[in-house]
């Protein structure tokens, strides 16, 4: 019998661990932390040995395949030691490919692969294919192959999460863009950053087609140094594809699979600039998959973005309050700020994950009154916006932030949570920080009318 050790009892690991015993492993799970009451009972009703407060390395070193949870480095000591047994370290991904008989539409790049894959998901779901959505949003995959696989699958993939492939192989990949985020985990190197994207198309054949974003540097960058095999289509916001999608700004058009379609941007239910090319990708590989026109109209009309992204929470006194918690590096918050044309009250900040604010300067300046920093350490947020903006705040409360928000909007302006960092100084995560940002805006009262 085969061992498999899991590290990491999150939903990812919870799920390869089922998957793992469903297929015959002897199967260990391992997590540093503290594994939940609820867990602990799947994993025994599951007759699944399980350790929680740290990793036993000799047990660990015994398995002959490890699946680790994307968060762990493969730098740990731990794995360095088991690289250098020649025990294979992979991810839940990369395991659950292998006991699935669906085609793979993989989603990935720094900005936008969220939508993107919810949307592309909607847009076949609404069609009546039989397809599931994976990856790092929603259900684990292995755990929904537990119950059931599906012609098809529409997988979110992180960087961490491409870095555990061997043979996963989509049949369609979209990279909607590359832009500096978590250097941290890639030696401060872009270039190591890129490869990672990258090699999600790695087992790609001549028959699978990768989608690119042709205006994105990076992107463009990563083709010319790394041999693609896989077809290739562009999505673009400036020019005619004759093979692809593009924009002019008040429609999407689509060169795909022999056919052509026109949909109007007024037609979608998503708006913004960022939003459009999300359209675009998404579209571009339902098409691939069989949507047809009028299912692609009906669906881009039906689609309800999840929460956290570009969310309207509510309007007081004219004003707005938008939630973008997700936009946790700064070319999303630069989309969120060019979204709209109204006056904005920015509240940003949080974790710096070594960020170079430059490309929001001009925005920022144009377009931003009041900035309220919502973190532990602002100093840099200040010294980079500090003779940009007239007015800056700075707390550590949300609800505060939100106060001063109202404070100082007129009817017409935006508060905007946007905060191009990560939320782990004062949130467990974007989506906690979301909800207390929701929290507070659903509270606020109005302000009285003279």
Not at 112 to 129: D, Q
Not at 171 to 189: G, S, W
Not at 397 to 422: Q, R
Request: proline share 2%; with cysteine; charged share 25%.
């Amino acid at each position: 019998m085969k061992r498999i050790a899991i590290l990491g009892a999150g939903e990812s690991g919870m799920g390869a661990a089922m998957l793992a015993k469903r297929e015959g492993y002897a199967v260990f799970v391992s997590d540093a932390g503290k594994i939940s009451a609820e867990r602990k009972t799947l994993l025994e009703k599951s007759g699944i040995a399980y350790e929680e407060g740290g990793h036993s390395e000799e047990r660990i070193l015994d398995a002959d395949l490890i699946v680790k949870s994307p968060g762990i480095s493969p730098k740990s000591e731990l794995l360095a030691k088991a690289a250098r047994a020649e025990i294979s370290i992979i991810d839940e991904l990369e395991f659950a490919f292998g006991f699935s008989s669906g085609r793979v539409i993989a989603v990935t790049g720094t900005n936008g692969k969220t939508t993107t894959t919810l949307l592309t998901f909607h847009l076949m779901k609404e069609a009546g294919m039989d397809v599931g959505l994976a990856g790092n949003v929603g259900q684990s995959w292995a755990a929904q192959l537990c119950e059931a696989d599906h012609e098809w699958w529409v997988i979110e993939c992180s960087s961490f999460q491409i870095d555990g492939f061997v043979k996963f192989r989509p049949t369609f990949a979209i990279l909607t863009n590359i832009t500096p985020d978590h250097l941290d985990r890639y030696e401060y190197k872009i270039e190591n950053y890129t490869a990672s994207k990258f090699r999600l198309f790695n087992n790609m054949q001549a028959g699978d087609t990768a989608i690119f974003f042709a205006e994105d540097a990076l992107s463009s960058e990563g083709m010319k140094k790394h041999a693609l095999k896989a077809g290739k289509l562009m999505i673009s916001a400036e020019e005619v594809q004759e093979h692809g999608a593009w924009t002019d700004g008040a429609h999407l058009t689509f060169a795909v699979a022999d056919k052509s379609i026109r949909v109007p941007v007024e037609s979608l239910s998503i708006q913004g600039k960022h939003n459009l090319l999300n359209s675009l990708f998404a579209g571009t590989a339902a098409m691939l998959a069989g949507v047809g026109e009028v299912e692609l109209m009906l669906g881009f009309q039906t689609f309800k973005n999840a929460p956290h992204r570009m969310e309207l929470i509510r309007e007081v006194n004219g004003v707005r309050f938008v939630n973008d918690s997700k936009g946790t590096n700064v070319e999303a918050t630069a989309y969120a700020l060019a979204s709209y044309e109204n006056p904005l009250i920015w509240i940003a900040g949080g974790v710096d994950k070594g960020n170079d604010y430059t490309v929001l300067m001009p925005l920022v300046e144009e377009r931003v009154k009041v900035m309220i920093c919502l973190g532990r350490d602002n100093e840099k947020l200040k010294a980079a916006f500090g003779t940009r903006v007239k007015t800056i705040r700075e707390t550590q409360d949300v609800k505060e932030a939100v106060s001063w928000g109202m404070e100082h909007a007129e009817s017409g302006d935006v508060v905007l949570l946007s905060p191009a960092c990560a939320s782990f100084d004062l949130f467990k995560n974007y989506e906690d920080r979301g909800m207390q940002f929701r929290s507070a805006v659903e509270n606020l009262k109005p302000k009285a009318i003279a």
